[in-house]
């Protein structure tokens, strides 16, 4: 083992190679995978995505193998990244959205990592020309072989993978040990606020909390990373957050317990070119947590933004978190309490975001561009 490396399995090369940490699932910001999982219950570097079918996926970014012979123009070197591709629409979006960023940006190559390397979105990244390879962010053999030789990684764990926050605790931090052991020389991870902590104990939003741990923990140990916390995906409107035809009249609800109080949001679809600046900015971002967010509207706001593209009567239920806390769905206590949060504190940057991805979708530009979804509505 290198001298001064960390107690993870024996390093064989000389100097410990730079590893990037592995991906979360869909979303502290996958909001949506979480709701329906309640409710039921030849580049130079490579970029490392990781895809599993349960949605534990991890990515990474290698360090820039040499340039080839100057040209008139010399080459940038391509930096290797690592990110996770997911099963699930939702759970494999956000991995998907950086992968594809990172490749059409031609400045990194990309490795992904995935539980099932034959499933078609682990095939669609290897046809867009990213590495693909097995891996599991509970199997640390697998992972540490994966990191090898990477510049950085993305990583995102899915809380609602397992429902387990001790879990996706010990799949953060195994990434980050091996970060730190290999040398990895940015990681940007999916995080979210340690709602538990922030509030004295007063409200527990689980698949917050953990990504909170975990963020702290990169940082206590020295290793080079940007948290990334996601606002809630506008994806989640296509499915758990659906307009839902009211009982008592022709008109549809929205039930979300916000109040009068905006809610920050975004497309995933619009976070990998964001993730890919960042990259980019190490020095501007190393070190920082960036709140991501296209826009913040009020519950009403986007009911309207409903009834006239859709050109349906959308209206808000206006439910309290009291009453949401007692629907009869296993998370809807956590997911009332992440309202609650939302209502005192929503740390995003909607200026930032833009400047990260100039062509980042208001809300009302991505209904507008998913109106196949509300079919039959």
Known sequence: MTPGCCRCSPCFNRSCQPLAPSLRGSAAASHDAGVRAAQSRSAPHRLRTGSNSTGRDAALLSSPRPSPPPTTHPARPHPHLQVP??????????GGSVARAILDGK???????TRDVAKPSAQALQDLGAEVVKGDLDDKASLEAALKGVHGAFLVTNFWDHLSKEREVSQGKLVAD????????????????NVQKLTGGRLTVPHFDGKGEVEEYFWSIGVPMTSVRLAAYFENFLASWKPAKASDGDYHTLAIPMGDVPMHGISVADVGAAILSIFNSPEEFLGKAVGLSAEALTVQQYCDVFSKTLGKDVRDTKITPEAYEKLSFPAAKELADMCRFYQMQQDRDVALTHRLNPRVRSFNQFISDNLGAFKGL
Not at 85 to 94: V, W
Not at 107 to 113: E, K, P, Q
């Open 85 to 94: 591709s997911k099963a699930g629409k939702r759970a494999c979006a956000q």
């Open 107 to 113: 400045h990194f190559a990309v490795r992904a990592l």
């Open 178 to 193: 091996l970060a730190k052991c290999l040398g990895l020389k940015h990681v940007v991870f999916s995080g979210l606020e």
